[in-house]
């Protein structure tokens, strides 16, 4: 998904009592959006976007990333995984970037799909290719003209360093040379760090199409998960009672859940967590080292199974009757049988490990499977709702997995600070506090994509001198949910089953292989 938010604040407004003026266009025309609205107000504007390679020739027009040669799809997707021969090419080199990734390159990253797009389609896209874009940049580009890169889109998914730039002994050793011999016109030799003002902010044809003045301030970009990790980490807490009220910023992890999760820690020096991306400086707060944890589906992930599901025709029907989501209507159906236990009570004999889409931190596995265990014949509702309950806890065993491992490496974690679409099921909030042992934070503005976002366009229109100054103004916490301390024992039990099922899984795959 691709947002752009607009950021608002004149200049005698008191940001730390009446908050932000903030407007997403979404991919709404953009005059449906400044409808009712001082288009003189608006000051600047910041993208978001998933880490999706777009690719474009050298005048700017798509290029087909497909075998079709359909030039209307020149986008790969953040998830896909069509580069799996690339990426274990890759990872055999050990080159030295490598550890800057958790010592093991995702398939999800750019450099194994660029590979791929040389090594599969050469006379379609590759040689006539002139700009390979992340597609918050893409945006940004559309909107300025300006062909820089957002610090944040290199350094997290290009293999960049704030600190050295471009490594041209990595693109020659995996074969893409081609880049160092035009020195990275093609993927990005104009690097900005995010909030910097492009240019001379929107174009007139940009500003056509937006209902916007041209002039307005844009700033260099954030990937999505990156947005939703600077709109809500920086919240001022006190007054809550939480543990990290008296900590550094350091303490807190932003967990950015929608189709898949991302978990952003922060560190003031660099630490290496193996199975976990980074360290990478400056790439979200600046001046900070972050480590990004993540699991590849996570969302998308209930969806499959409460979909596939033969009581779900019944669930939907239900729903509706009730004016009611899917999932508000599993959460009080849950209710509705847990009887006298806690609700997370009903899972003792079903059991799932989630990486159906492969494992992304901290085990770095792409050839893992899914797993449930203590399935029925029967499938009833009842049924339904107790493995959405299973995957949502499975889900949050996940995170507690890649919290230990930030942990033994060097970080020190107290708190949770949950956004994106998932946030807004209580069910997977609680899950998350009681699994993981911590209070999590929700913010005031559900979409804190859309704060992180607007925080570039502040930053960008000068309204704010740094990007710690306009996070402590334009965060606020909503809600705090504790967990429920007395049901540990139980969870510490469904972990020891959780870390087994990984572990089995793997010796079933030894024993296939083996003579």
């Known amino acids: 998904m691709a947002r752009a938010w607009l950021w608002a604040g004149p200049a005698e407004e008191d940001l730390s009592v009446g908050g932000p003026r903030l407007w997403t266009l979404g991919n709404r025309p953009g005059w449906k959006v ?20 777009v690719v474009l020739d050298k005048q700017f027009h798509p290029l087909p990333v497909n075998l079709e040669g359909d030039s209307r799809r020149n986008i790969i997707m953040w998830l896909d995984h069509r580069a ?36 599969n389609l050469r006379e379609t896209c590759w040689d006539k290719a002139g700009h390979f874009f992340d597609l918050p940049d893409f945006l940004s580009w559309k909107a300025t003209g300006v062909t820089a890169r957002s610090l944040c889109s290199l350094v997290c998914k290009w293999t960049y360093s704030a600190e050295k730039g471009w490594d041209d002994s990595f693109w020659k050793t995996i074969g893409l040379e081609d880049f160092v011999a035009d020195n990275y016109s093609k993927i990005g030799n104009q690097v900005l760090p995010p909030g910097a003002s492009l ?8 500003a056509k199409d937006l209902g916007l003045p041209a002039g307005v301030a844009v700033a260099a970009s954030l990937i999505d998960a990156h947005a939703g990790g600077l709109g809500v980490i920086g ?31 922060i560190s003031r020096d660099p630490i290496f967590v193996p199975g976990v991306w980074g360290p990478y400086f400056s790439a979200m707060v600046p001046g900070f080292w972050l480590n990004e944890g993540g699991q590849s589906v996570t969302g998308k992930l209930i969806d499959h199974m409460v979909q596939g599901h033969a009581a779900f025709p019944e669930l939907q029907a239900k729903a509706a009757a009730r ?14 049988i847990k009887k006298a236990q806690p609700v997370g009570f009903l899972t003792v004999d079903l059991h799932v490990w989630p990486d159906f889409h492969g494992n992304r931190s901290p085990l770095a596995d792409l050839t893992l499977k899914g797993m449930v265990t203590g399935l029925k014949l029967s499938q009833d509702l009842d049924d339904l709702a107790i493995l959405y309950l299973a995957t949502v806890q499975a889900i949050a065993f996940g995170t507690r997995l890649i919290i230990e491992a930030m942990e033994a490496a060097g ?15 209580p069910l997977f909030v609680q899950m998350h506090a009681d699994i993981t042992g911590m209070p999590v934070i929700l913010s005031q503005e ?42 540990k024992r139980y969870y510490d039990k469904k972990y020891k089953v959780f870390l087994k099922l990984v572990e089995h899984q793997k010796e079933y795959a030894a024993i296939m292989k083996g003579d």
Not at 34 to 53: E, H, P, Y
Not at 108 to 115: G, V
Not at 199 to 206: Q, R, S
Not at 253 to 258: M, Y
Request: charge should be negative; hydrophobic fraction near 40%.
């Open 34 to 53: 400044v409808q009712g609205i001082d288009v003189n107000q608006v000051r600047g504007l910041g993208f978001d976007a998933t880490c999706s390679l």
């Open 84 to 119: 799996v021969s690339q990426v274990h090419r890759i990872n055999e080199t050990q080159h030295s970037v490598l550890q800057y990734v958790g010592g093991v390159m995702s398939v999800e990253m750019q450099a194994p799909k660029l590979l791929w797009l040389k090594e």
């Open 199 to 206: 240019g001379n902010g929107l174009t007139p044809e940009a």
């Open 235 to 265: 919240a001022d807490v006190r007054g809550h009672g939480l543990s990290c009220e008296g900590q550094p910023v350091t303490s807190r992890l932003a967990v950015i859940c929608g189709t898949s999760s991302c978990h952003m820690g």
């Open 323 to 336: 004016c009611q989501s899917v999932y508000a209507y599993l959460n009080s159906h849950l209710d509705l």
């Open 411 to 425: 970080h020190s974690v107290s708190t949770l600070f949950l956004c994106g679409g998932l946030s807004k099921n």
């Open 446 to 487: 559900v979409e804190s994509v859309l704060v992180g976002a607007a925080i570039l366009g502040a930053c960008a229109s000068g309204d704010f001198a740094s990007v710690q100054e306009a996070m402590a103004k334009m965060s606020k916490v909503g809600k705090v949910v504790f967990p429920r301390l007395e049901d």
